[in-house]
């Protein structure tokens, strides 16, 4: 009898062993730590003919240029030429603001770029810039946030969702409470500062219509920057290759294009040469977003038993006159807890400052320390332990949608982290545990955040040596998302892991959404095992060797990303904080910090274990050392480099471990997975806070919990 099962084509072994879930070291770790791996600025071979330009930054608040002098600059050896907002090409109409350099003389914030010099190499273009001379009328500025500023205004909306909510009477519920809490907590502006500072390379390829755009950018998405050059050039999309295969960390700050880009094509065009153009990072604080300064006001009222009755969470931020950026702290409160009667609003005001973005959690890092700093206080008002207050208003669903949770452990991540942690033999009162001028303390706080997911497409290839061919835009920055993609298309396809070639990082590859949000692997993954089952598919019922191109499948997930999930998806964890306080000095040092979370399917443990000890450690820096400062008579960041804002270092941090509960949620992805790169810093700052709390007795409310800080309020 003969069969009737396809045969299967003699390329698809028998399955190998699974390769996610797997510790796979990251592919290209030995690129990276040989220099092989190249980024923006680092081609292979630089062109002869490259340039190098260097930009000047405005020294005044608020004004106008007024004239540019660039004599002394083009006089120097080398300096090939001086744009200025008279010389510079002219843009199209930019959707993003920022993005609208060199194109008029309005200067709306100090910092912002008046000029950039271009010359035959990097020291000579730094010293062209340093002798352009440039005049200005001032303006009246103001960049101070403050309390009831009157500028205050509420916006549209608040990371996509309406700036007010509001369920019940949270005013009226809040005055009738057994228990209350009322107060107030401040987060300063914070900067992004990725070791690889912005940088691109620009070159111009043919003349008129025929003229096509190369960049290589630091970027966390090459596709948004293609669309953007596009449009600012009046070019078509497809005359315009932008490659960004390995990027230095961004921190959200990469997650839009930025002025240096298009600053970079602009010299291209202008010199008719290849040009570098890499931010000096005292740049940094101003031209690429930073973290926006918050006033929040959280109130709790509860029953004596601990229920919340209301909840309210009113933030104020500022944003810059040049584009609006809502920091939508308040949000999360629309998540974490269940209360009968809950206000979330939100406020901004435009003041002289640059303009605000992204920062790793944007909204659940600053609103996550303020919510979670009130349970504390809350708990301590009932003489209650601060886990039980959180398991205790555990929602059945979630609290502002009521939509049921896709799946949601927190409570389970507060459990095992308090076993893992010894919460049981913690003393609840404050200030007890000290060693001569050391007080000890520790401190717990929740965290959250949103799985968010976006179209991709991807393309597999069968290769006639066995090999495959996996190709999608995505952008690797330093997350190890180039790992993990390949995992995913090995399991896909049954293939050893070392069979698969992963391609990311241009324009060049078929579409796939920027790294943000913690929803690349998500976006990425999806269309990526989509692919390869498709291709796996074709080679199971294909009978005959291959064709000369091999054999291809692609996929597309459009329709299904963009549906609305009839569930609420998020992440959940727990942060257990230990702190030391020296009460000589006022310094806090952190001995023991423990996270443990629940998001999902994990499918890389070294990758996650990476990427969440990292957003700890970028929250012990919130607490503890970062911090800038707007100076009111100037307008500028006063630190603005890494001599002057503090981040943490290897000594800062003793112990600090990471780990997940197991978690199956069918709602999400072909996966199962769901982000973890924001997660690890959205509740530390709260957990050591609140550690410090229970060390010295005292509660602060502003960060950083700095000894010029904590020591007046020791003595």
């Known amino acids: 009898m003969t069969s009737t099962r396809p045969r299967t084509h003699p390329r698809v072994p028998a399955a190998p062993a699974p390769a996610l879930g797997t510790a796979t070291e990251r592919l290209e770790g030995r690129d990276k730590v040989t220099g092989a791996a190249r980024y ?8 002869p003919d490259c340039a190098y330009a260097w930009p000047v930054p405005a020294t005044i608040a608020r004004g106008r240029v007024t004239a540019v002098d660039t004599a002394a600059a083009l006089a120097l050896p080398g300096t090939l030429a001086v744009l200025t907002p008279d010389t ?15 194109q008029d003389a309005t200067v709306p914030h100090r910092g912002w770029y008046v000029a950039l010099a271009v010359a035959e190499t990097l020291e000579d273009a730094r010293a062209a810039a340093a002798a352009v001379h440039v005049t200005y009328a001032t303006e009246p500025h103001d960049v101070t946030l403050t309390p009831g500023h009157p500028d205050a205004y509420r916006p549209e909306e608040a990371g996509g969702q309406p700036a007010r909510r509001e369920r019940g009477d949270a005013e009226e519920a809040f005055a009738a409470a057994p228990v209350r809490v009322d107060a107030t907590y401040r987060v300063p502006p914070l900067h992004n500062h990725p070791m690889e500072p912005h940088a691109a390379y620009a070159r111009w390829d043919g003349e008129g219509a025929g003229a096509h755009l190369t960049v290589y950018d630091s970027s966390q998405g090459a596709n948004p920057v293609r669309t953007a050059l596009a449009r600012l050039f009046r070019l078509p999309k497809d005359r315009v290759t932008v490659v960004s295969e390995h990027v230095g960390g961004g921190f959200g700050s990469k997650g839009t294009p930025r002025p240096h880009v298009v600053l970079a094509a602009m010299a291209a065009r202008h010199t008719g040469r290849p040009v570098k153009l890499a931010l000096p990072r005292k740049d940094l604080a101003t031209v690429v977003g930073h973290r926006a300064p918050t006033i929040q006001r959280v109130r709790l009222g509860a029953d004596r038993d601990g229920t919340l009755i209301s909840l309210s969470h009113e933030v104020t931020a500022h944003t810059s006159r040049v584009k609006e950026f809502v920091e939508y702290g308040a949000v999360p409160a629309r998540v974490m807890y269940a209360s009968r009667h809950s206000l979330t609003d939100h406020h901004v005001v435009r003041l002289d400052v640059p303009s605000p973005s992204w920062m790793r959690a944007p909204g659940e890092a600053p609103g996550m320390y303020a919510l979670e700093s009130a349970m504390d206080e809350l708990a301590g008002a009932l003489g209650l332990d601060p886990v039980e207050l959180r398991l205790r208003n555990e929602p059945a669903t979630e609290p502002d949608s009521g939509l049921p949770f896709s799946s949601r452990n927190l409570v389970a991540c507060l459990r095992e982290g308090a076993r893992r942690f010894g919460w049981s033999d913690r003393d609840p009162r404050p200030g007890v545990r000290r060693e001569g001028t050391l007080l000890t303390g520790t401190g717990v706080a929740a965290a959250t955040y949103p799985v968010l997911v976006s179209p991709s497409t991807a393309t597999a290839t069968a290769r006639h040596d066995g090999g495959y061919d996996v190709r999608v835009n995505a952008t690797d920055i330093g997350t190890g998302a180039r790992t993990v993609l390949a ?9 050893p892991l070392a069979s698969v070639h992963i391609g990311i990082g241009s324009t060049r590859l078929p579409y796939a959404p920027l790294a943000g949000g913690s929803s690349g692997t ?13 291709l796996a598919e074709r080679l199971a019922h294909r009978v005959g060797p291959l064709p000369a191109e091999g054999l291809s499948a692609s996929a597309d997930t459009t329709e299904e990303a963009e549906e609305t999930p009839p569930f609420a998806r998020h992440a959940f964890g727990a942060h257990f904080a230990e702190v030391q306080v020296d009460t000589g000095t006022g310094e806090v040092r952190v001995r023991r910090l423990l996270g443990v979370y629940a998001a999902g399917r994990i499918l890389n443990p070294r990758t996650a274990r990476s990427q969440l000890v990292g957003g700890m450690v970028m929250g012990l820096g919130m607490a503890l050392t970062e911090h800038s400062t ?3 008579a100037f307008g500028d960041f006063a630190e603005r480099d890494l001599a002057s804002y503090h981040v943490p270092s290897h000594a800062d941090v003793p112990d600090i471990d990471a780990h997940w509960v197991e978690e199956h949620d069918t709602h999400l992805n072909p996966m ?9 810093i959205v509740g530390t700052p709260a957990a050591i806070g609140n550690a410090l709390h229970h060390a010295t007795g005292v509660r602060f409310r502003e960060l950083p919990l700095t000894p010029d800080r904590v020591l007046p309020a020791l003595a």
């Open 487 to 495: 995992q995913i298309a090995a399991d896909a396809l049954g293939a």
């Open 40 to 47: 923006a600025t680092e081609l292979a071979r630089t062109p």
């Open 672 to 680: 199962g997975s769901k982000g973890i790169g924001e997660i690890g």
């Open 522 to 534: 998500a976006s990425w993954g999806w269309a990526v095992h989509r692919a390869c089952t498709r």
């Open 88 to 102: 510079a090409p002219r843009l199209g109409e930019a959707d993003d603001p920022t993005l609208a350099v060199l």
């Open 630 to 632: 707007v100076d009111p």
